[in-house]
């Protein structure tokens, strides 16, 4: 059974701050994982996707990393500010001809502080 | 291009009773999949549909229960509501099913009393 483990559990940091967060997942047979923010109450907002075959995808400050064989991805915030303050979440995407799921972490909550 | 939408966005109901949530996809999506949010057990995955099909089912029990229709809306079923129903209830769409990214709605906040 797939579990997705975040680190920290919550993190605050004065802006501006390069920072970290971690996901590691048990079962490497994915399709993908994608990396989601939360604002409270809101729903998810998409930040990157990494396909299995891909290493890392990049967007702005943002730069995602992805080590299948060793169950890993990080999300890397450069220069971060009081705005990315929020939830982040890791998601891994798993299925076969039989259907398709997402299973989630519990999440890293980010304050940054101005 | 519009966003998922879901419908109604709050939602109050007593034990006992059932409630209908409903979930507009993005425009040529045809995947459509449920989360249930709690404070406790964090995001949880409910059902996939996939052409008017349900491709997967999570770990709840049979009172939820999920169609998807020809034009890939979606509605979820809650029947004989539990206290311990209350939660964010957010659907996602995706192109189709597997490596593609999936757009999350806003959610439906349902609360059983």
């Known amino acids: 059974k797939q579990e997705v483990t975040q680190i920290p559990a919550a993190l605050s940091v004065p802006e501006g701050e390069n920072l970290v967060l971690n996901c590691s997942f048990t079962?490497?047979?994915?399709?993908?994982l994608q990396w989601f923010r939360q604002d409270p109450g809101k729903g998810l907002t998409s930040l990157l996707l990494?396909?299995?075959?891909?290493r890392e995808q990049t967007s702005g400050r943002l730069n995602a990393s992805l080590d299948k064989s060793s169950g890993r991805s990080t999300l890397y915030i450069a220069a971060s500010q009081p705005g990315d303050s929020a939830t982040y979440l890791c998601?891994?995407?798993?299925?076969?001809?039989?259907?398709?799921?997402?299973?989630f972490g519990a999440g890293t909550r980010l304050f940054v502080k101005a | 291009k519009a966003g998922v939408t879901q419908t109604p966005r709050y939602l109050i109901k007593t034990r006992g009773q059932q409630v209908t949530l409903s979930c507009s996809p993005i425009?040529?999506?045809?995947?459509v999949s449920w989360y249930q949010q709690t404070p406790g057990q964090g995001l949880q995955f409910l059902f996939e549909?996939?052409?008017?099909?349900?491709?997967n089912k999570g770990n709840f029990p049979g009172r939820f229960s999920g169609r998807q229709f020809s034009n890939s809306r979606s509605e979820m079923n809650v029947s004989t509501l539990e206290l311990g129903d209350s939660a964010l209830y957010l659907c996602?769409?995706?192109?189709?099913?597997?490596?593609?990214?999936?757009?999350f709605g806003p959610g439906t906040r349902l609360t059983v009393t």
């Open positions: 425009s040529g999506h045809r995947s």
């Open positions: 998601a891994v995407g798993e299925g076969n001809t039989g259907g398709f799921k997402t299973i």
């Open positions: 996602a769409s995706s192109l189709r099913e597997g490596q593609y990214e999936q757009y």
């Open positions: 990494i396909q299995s075959s891909q």
């Open positions: 549909y996939f052409s008017e099909t349900q491709r």
């Open positions: 079962d490497s047979a994915i399709y993908n």
